[in-house]
């Protein structure tokens, strides 16, 4: 098994840096650790970390939940098919599903595009205590909306043209948003599945040939993966102006589903450690009480 410092040493590499550069072509989607291990062995590896860290995040969450000061935003975006909802569903599966929140943004509705484009997300943010989960957000407004842009003209923004500075000033909202919320007690942390286009397509041919799969399959999503080479620039883009030190990006590798799995449990489950939470500490007043009433019950007929 890898130390804990040859694994921090690990994500520190995926951490996007908060300078305002970024090249992808730099993450490798296919990484999957040493590589002087069988592919087996790697494996075994991942599994086994990620299995320890469903213990310690269903462990950190309690914590967090009787701390009742901080709360965890964790955000993924990625290209269809690289894998949020099932890192979603197996990161999680150790976590009291009473102390999670999990949101997947769609197309906007009609009444969320009345609103500016956080509205929605800064409706459900987590409360204190409590883990809340965007699968996708409003990083949508600078990625598909940035690829599309007549999306623009349907969010009726008063001379909403999308020249550079348009972007740019989204880009502004979103780290002024991101502060403000980190300022008052949200850690965020910022996920980019990086699935390779090579692996999507086997991806999709998987859902295509499996009858069982097929209400996966959108006939959007080919469409879509015909903008490849845009999505990824306006990832370049919004990945460079959006990492900052108080909400970093990772680009994980996303082409192993057990790769991405175990990385992204890692990250989340040594940044809750790293608040260095504890428990409510009790009160004399507290401790009087509990005494009393156990001598009372104690006292009581059965
Ligand atoms: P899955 O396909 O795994 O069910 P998904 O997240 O891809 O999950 P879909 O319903 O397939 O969900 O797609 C949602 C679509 O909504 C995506 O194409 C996404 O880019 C789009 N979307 C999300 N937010 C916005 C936005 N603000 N403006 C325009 N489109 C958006
Ligand atoms: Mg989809």
Redesign the pocket.
């Known amino acids: 098994m890898p130390s804990a410092k040859d694994i921090q040493s690990i994500i520190s590499k995926f951490r996007v840096p908060s300078d305002g550069t970024v090249r992808l072509k730099q993450y490798d989607p296919e990484w999957s650790g040493d590589t002087k291990l069988p592919k087996a062995e790697r494996k075994k590896i991942a599994k086994e970390l990620l299995s320890e860290d469903v213990t310690a995040l269903a462990g950190a969450q309690e914590l967090l939940y009787a701390a009742d000061s901080w709360s965890i935003l964790i955000i993924f975006q990625a290209m269809?098919a690289a894998g949020?909802?099932g890192t979603i569903k197996h990161v999680m599966s150790g976590v009291n599903p009473q102390g999670v929140q999990v949101y997947?943004?769609?197309?906007?509705s009609a009444e969320e595009l009345d609103h500016t484009?956080l509205w929605r997300c800064m409706k459900v943010l987590p409360e204190r205590g409590r883990i809340g989960i965007f699968?996708?957000s409003y990083y949508?407004?600078v990625?598909?909306?940035k690829v599309h842009p007549e999306?623009v003209a349907a969010q009726r923004i008063p001379d909403g043209r999308t020249g550079k500075s348009f972007w740019a000033d989204r880009y502004d909202d979103i780290n002024t948003f991101e502060r403000h919320l980190t300022r008052n007690g949200t850690l965020i942390l910022k996920f980019f599945l990086n699935v390779s286009k090579k692996e999507q397509a086997r991806r999709f041919l998987d859902r295509i040939n499996d009858p069982a799969k097929h209400w996966?399959f959108?006939d959007?999503?080919v469409a879509?993966r015909g903008f490849w080479d845009d999505y990824m620039q306006a990832y370049e883009e919004a990945l460079a102006a959006t990492s900052t030190k108080w909400a970093p990006w990772y680009v994980i590798p996303a082409d192993h589903k057990w790769v991405s799995r175990a990385m992204v449990a890692k990250i989340i489950s040594t940044s809750i450690e790293s608040l260095n939470l504890i428990y409510p500490q009790v009160s004399d007043e507290k401790r009087r009480q509990i005494a009393e009433a156990k001598t009372k019950l104690e006292k009581q007929p059965q």
């Open positions: 269809d949020k909802d997947s943004f769609k197309h906007p484009f699968n996708r949508e407004d990625l598909i909306v999306l996966k959108s959007s999503d879509e």
